[in-house]
């Protein structure tokens, strides 16, 4: 792929992570690998989960000898029907590159709870194995589907296309579930045909390059292992901003709303991670164990630190019923209660039709006590790290303004990656996830009983907004949100910086 640097050619990327593999004690598995993606003709096929596997065959992770993709879907396509549908969306290589890789690709139509299908699936798939004449075989199933599909989708797979010779790994995408009764039934229905180690629960948060970062950030610099607590932290907030509304997905976004949306998954892992203690290694298990345990020390949410908003006009989609409460932006307190965290409150912020679009993590230290410089309405130090766009990561420090007199204003240290990594690509999550996947790292993935900690936090609170039991309130697109949101943070201990704009660094 082009914005390389030397050493990120396609050898060094992979031995790279084999020997972080080695580290994680991961087995190097080699024989042919069978793709198969299922819902291959729509969207999250063709945006996200083909131009993934394209990557990772441009950058050599994927080789032409080793790989084959199949795509399955109820669309009546050939071969070339597919590769037509996906090739504007496969970017970044060499046309040569692109034509190798279509030409990997093979098509089978059929529907999802029928035998046949699966049948002429695993026949395409058996026949590719027996001429690839490999001692073991690798098959890799991507559900890019709606997850009401996923049990009779599934018991397919095992049924009829189980692999004889080594193994099969399932990716099984978000929404698992719309609370902790329909979550624990999709698991348990899921869990009857596959053991734990062959699901991979993917939440693409996790493949995100700053977001992987978190564990290396706290736990490799000596910096932050005395600061990472109550006795130094006010508050910390995690926030997903979007800056465009449901854009003609309003009634499928109305059965879920921001929580399910985001909140309960992507914003949620991420405060994992920043709350997490110190796991025993960097094995997959002891990772999860410990975002497990501070799950399960996240106290019953209250309502009066909730706030729900609904974008004006949100109602206007024909497919959004008149009198929906669906929140369109939501702003939930969480409080753990163990000696770390215990008084800090963890502000999970998410909306849509807002001012701008970003996701950060926003850690605000402390007032300084004895403040002789007189500049505490400047602002604290904040540490803050950018998920999107323009990944950076950045300390806000009060600093002596240039010139004669004594005066203070607020700056920063920046590591912006578009600056420090300049001829480095960042990988997209997806390529990541699927990568770990073959190689059975499910460090990133959402183990079961980690998906009903969360859903036993945020049940009782979507139960009372499905009842009514709790209102959205309005805001204008192109707002903050709800003006009660930020009294609602400022109630808990967040002070707004006035004054003071991160302006990521140019070459200009």
């Given at each position: 792929?082009?914005?390389?640097?030397?050493?990120?050619?396609?050898?060094?990327?992979?031995?790279?992570?084999?020997?972080?593999?080695?580290?994680?004690?991961?087995?190097?598995?080699?024989?042919?690998?069978?793709?198969?993606?299922?819902?291959?003709?729509?969207?999250?096929?063709?945006?996200?989960?083909?131009?993934?596997?394209?990557?990772?065959?441009?950058?050599?992770?994927?080789?032409?000898?080793?790989?084959?993709?199949?795509?399955?879907?109820r669309s009546n396509l050939s071969d070339d029907g597919l590769r037509e549908r996906i090739r504007g969306y496969l970017k970044g290589a060499s046309e040569e590159?692109?034509?190798?890789?279509?030409q990997l690709i093979k098509y089978a139509s059929g529907s999802y709870d029928n035998r046949e299908g699966f049948e002429k699936l695993n026949k395409e798939i058996s026949?590719?194995?027996?001429?690839?004449?490999?001692?073991?075989?690798?098959?890799?199933?991507?559900?890019?589907l709606p997850p009401s599909v996923y049990p009779s989708v599934c018991k397919m797979i095992r049924t009829y296309c189980m692999n004889p010779s080594g193994w099969t790994r399932v990716i099984v995408e978000k929404p698992f579930g719309k609370d902790l009764d329909s979550a624990e039934e999709l698991s348990a229905q899921l869990g009857e045909l596959f053991e734990e180690n062959q699901l991979y629960r993917i939440d693409h948060y996790l493949g995100k390059e700053l977001v992987q970062n978190l564990l290396v950030l706290r736990f490799a610099n000596h910096l932050f292992l005395p600061l990472w607590n109550r006795d130094n932290i006010d508050n910390i907030q995690i926030v997903f901003r979007e800056d465009f509304?449901?854009?003609?997905?309003?009634?499928?976004?109305?059965?879920?709303?921001?929580?399910?949306?985001?909140?309960?998954?992507?914003?949620?892992?991420?405060?994992?991670?920043?709350?997490?203690?110190?796991?025993?290694?960097?094995?997959?298990?002891?990772?999860?164990?410990?975002k497990f345990k501070v799950l399960q020390s996240v106290n019953p949410i209250k309502n009066d630190e909730v706030v729900l908003g609904q974008y004006e006009g949100y109602k206007d989609d024909l497919t959004v019923p008149d009198d929906s409460n669906t929140p369109t932006f939501a702003s939930v307190v969480l409080r753990v209660h163990?000696?770390?965290?215990?008084?800090?409150?963890?502000?999970?912020?998410?909306?849509?039709?807002?001012?701008?679009?970003?996701?950060?993590?926003?850690?605000?230290?402390?007032?300084?006590?004895?403040?002789?410089?007189?500049?505490?309405?400047?602002?604290?130090?904040?540490?803050?790290?950018?998920?999107?766009?323009?990944?950076?990561?950045?300390?806000?420090?009060?600093?002596k303004k240039p010139g004669?007199?004594?005066?203070?204003?607020?700056?920063?240290?920046?590591?912006?990656?578009?600056?420090?990594?300049?001829?480095?690509?960042?990988?997209?999550?997806?390529?990541?996830?699927?990568?770990?996947?073959?190689?059975?790292?499910?460090?990133?993935?959402?183990?079961?009983?980690?998906?009903?900690?969360?859903?036993?936090?945020?049940?009782?609170?979507?139960?009372?907004?499905?009842?009514?039991?709790?209102?959205?309130?309005?805001?204008?697109?192109?707002?903050?949100?709800?003006k009660e949101a930020d009294e609602l943070s400022e109630r808990v201990g967040y002070m707004q910086t006035h004054g003071y704009i991160w302006i990521p660094p140019t070459l200009a």
């Amino acid at each position: 792929m082009s914005g390389g640097s030397a050493d990120s050619s396609p050898s060094s990327r992979r031995s790279s992570f084999n020997s972080l593999s080695r580290d994680l004690e991961l087995p190097s598995e080699q024989g042919c690998l069978s793709v198969v993606v299922l819902g291959a003709s729509g969207d999250l096929a063709k945006k996200k989960t083909f131009p993934a596997l394209f990557h990772l065959f441009a950058q050599g992770f994927l080789q032409s000898g080793e790989v084959h993709i199949f795509g399955y879907a109820r669309s009546n396509l050939s071969d070339d029907g597919l590769r037509e549908r996906i090739r504007g969306y496969l970017k970044g290589a060499s046309e040569e590159h692109l034509s190798e890789f279509l030409q990997l690709i093979k098509y089978a139509s059929g529907s999802y709870d029928n035998r046949e299908g699966f049948e002429k699936l695993n026949k395409e798939i058996s026949e590719y194995e027996m001429s690839n004449k490999s001692e073991s075989c690798r098959r890799l199933f991507y559900l890019a589907l709606p997850p009401s599909v996923y049990p009779s989708v599934c018991k397919m797979i095992r049924t009829y296309c189980m692999n004889p010779s080594g193994w099969t790994r399932v990716i099984v995408e978000k929404p698992f579930g719309k609370d902790l009764d329909s979550a624990e039934e999709l698991s348990a229905q899921l869990g009857e045909l596959f053991e734990e180690n062959q699901l991979y629960r993917i939440d693409h948060y996790l493949g995100k390059e700053l977001v992987q970062n978190l564990l290396v950030l706290r736990f490799a610099n000596h910096l932050f292992l005395p600061l990472w607590n109550r006795d130094n932290i006010d508050n910390i907030q995690i926030v997903f901003r979007e800056d465009f509304g449901t854009d003609g997905r309003g009634g499928y976004f109305d059965q879920y709303g921001i929580i399910r949306d985001i909140i309960q998954n992507h914003l949620l892992q991420v405060f994992c991670l920043v709350a997490m203690e110190k796991p025993v290694s960097l094995k997959p298990e002891h990772i999860r164990d410990e975002k497990f345990k501070v799950l399960q020390s996240v106290n019953p949410i209250k309502n009066d630190e909730v706030v729900l908003g609904q974008y004006e006009g949100y109602k206007d989609d024909l497919t959004v019923p008149d009198d929906s409460n669906t929140p369109t932006f939501a702003s939930v307190v969480l409080r753990v209660h163990n000696e770390r965290w215990e008084g800090v409150p963890f502000i999970l912020k998410a909306g849509k039709a807002l001012s701008s679009r970003k996701a950060e993590v926003r850690v605000q230290f402390k007032d300084v006590p004895g403040d002789i410089f007189r500049c505490k309405k400047q602002g604290r130090n904040e540490f803050v790290i950018r998920l999107q766009p323009s990944e950076a990561m950045y300390m806000k420090l009060t600093v002596k303004k240039p010139g004669l007199e004594m005066a203070t204003e607020q700056s920063e240290l920046d590591l912006s990656y578009g600056m420090r990594y300049q001829n480095v690509k960042i990988p997209e999550a997806y390529e990541r996830l699927i990568l770990d996947t073959i190689r059975g790292d499910q460090q990133h993935f959402v183990r079961r009983d980690e998906l009903k900690a969360a859903w036993q936090i945020f049940t009782p609170l979507l139960h009372d907004i499905d009842a009514g039991r709790l209102k959205a309130v309005p805001y204008q697109p192109g707002s903050r949100g709800p003006k009660e949101a930020d009294e609602l943070s400022e109630r808990v201990g967040y002070m707004q910086t006035h004054g003071y704009i991160w302006i990521p660094p140019t070459l200009a």
